[in-house]
């Protein structure tokens, strides 16, 4: 009933001004047709324009008469029965319609409606779905608030990267359910360590964040990414299953490292990566060393894209000879970048920078080009290495099967090389495109067996044409014991599987007779061909 109050004595209100309004209307319309037959008459002195004078007059009158019983009575009645009401009356006059009052109601209700979902779509906007905490895009106002807040009061702002450890694994083991339990958990265990004033983000994917305002030292935040560690490193019981997980930490404090939000995000995340990459599971502040190799990073990363641009990369040929005949079975493909200071790179002085770049897809598919037009020689069989981020990019693979299916490249002359890191990045989408390329006749070849993660169940699951064991391995043949044991075994579980040896960097002739001894299938090294460059195009 107070919104109804409201209501009447809003339109109370507005009332008498409209009935002023038609009122005037009504009089100036009169008066302008008065005034236009005068000034008619003063110019024509016509007494022949009296009759339609007097007749648009009629009906100026008539319209007013018709405006003032049809708009304006009615509209003064309901004005004064308002007026009328005592503000502390509780019933509605007969005269106010419930009609308008039901359109009213319906407004007020429409505006409400329109503001909760304005403020829902600013959450949407600033918040992550699954676990309801703050975006990159929250965050990063956030930050940037906090460092002008820093410089006035001189204090520091700290800046925590975390990346969850083995997560993955349990993502794709267990599936997206069960990860996203997983990670809402994460989020619950970190707000009970870090305090009200402490903004905890998520970032996407297994990546969150935490801003530290207000820091007197940096030993307060060793103490946080202490406790975070510890906190997240804690058993996760989902489903009746216990997971364990860890997490890599990188920091970076304003105005020590930088006062730009997205600088100290790139600082704090390139730390993380620094100790993922040495030990996980652990906490590393930004260093001035961490920064220079951070900053080289990004000279190469710029350096290899205009190569890229370019097509300054090349790619060398080093052949694959059988032991028992010294035939050439096949060619691997090497990716060369001829850099201007530092002479010949090979990828692995250049393949984070590629990943970074995200240039893998563009590089694959010139290699593929370049396999299809300018081949050793015609009928050579080709190998080409596939990274864990090409097999699982859909479109990429899309692009490679119909490249076969158009017969572009032909199946019988092409082999994958996969690395074992690849099984391990995702076992499901590996296992079907492997068998869907099998399918089309390509054989797949696992690289650089015994270094990775591999396990006889991948073996077993994967649908392997070789093994190729590694050069470290090989180098070890008439060196250590252990080696030869090793390569002894590989070489027998592999025939057992129905899978055929190559054994890379062979460069001395004992070498060689060990491994034909041993009937490896086939050789690769410098003591049977080093790499050649092949036609540019």
Known sequence: MNAERTQRQALSGRTPSLRHRLLSSALLTGLAAGLIA???????????????????????ICAYIVANLLILHPIRRFTDNIESLDENDETLPDALPREFINATEAFVALRTRLMSCEQELDHLIHHDTLTGLPNRVRFRGRLSDAIEAAETSHTLTGLLFIDLDRFKQVNDSYGHATG???????????????????????LGGDEFAVLLPDQRQ???????????LNAIQRPYEIDGRLFYSGASIGIAVAPDDGTDPDRLIQLADAAMYAVKREEGSSFRFVSDDLTAKAAARHVLENELRDAVQHHRLALHYQPVVATDDDRIHCY????????AEQGMLRPASFMNALNDAGLCTRISDWALDHLETSPPNPDAVLSINLSARLLHDEAFAQRLFERLDEGCLMPRHLILEITEDTLEADLRGAARTLHALKKHGVRIALDDFGTGQASLSHLRRFPFDYIKIDRSFTAGIG???????????????????????????VETEHQRDFLTAERCDYIQGYLVGKPVAGPRT
């Open 479 to 505: 060196r250590l014991t252990t080696d030869e044991k090793l390569v002894q075994a590989i070489i027998r579980l592999a025939h057992a599987l129905d899978m055929q040896v190559v054994a890379e960097g």
């Open 180 to 202: 996203d339990r997983m990670l809402q958990d994460v989020a619950q265990r970190l707000h009970k360590v870090f305090r009200q004033d402490d903004l905890i983000a998520r």
């Open 332 to 339: 691997e493909s090497l990716l060369r970048w001829p850099h």
């Open 38 to 60: 005068f000034v008619i008459f003063r110019l024509d002195n016509n007494p022949a324009i009296w009759p339609p004078l007097a007749f648009a007059l009629l009906i100026s």
């Open 218 to 228: 940096r030993e307060q935040m060793t103490e946080l990414a202490q406790k975070a």
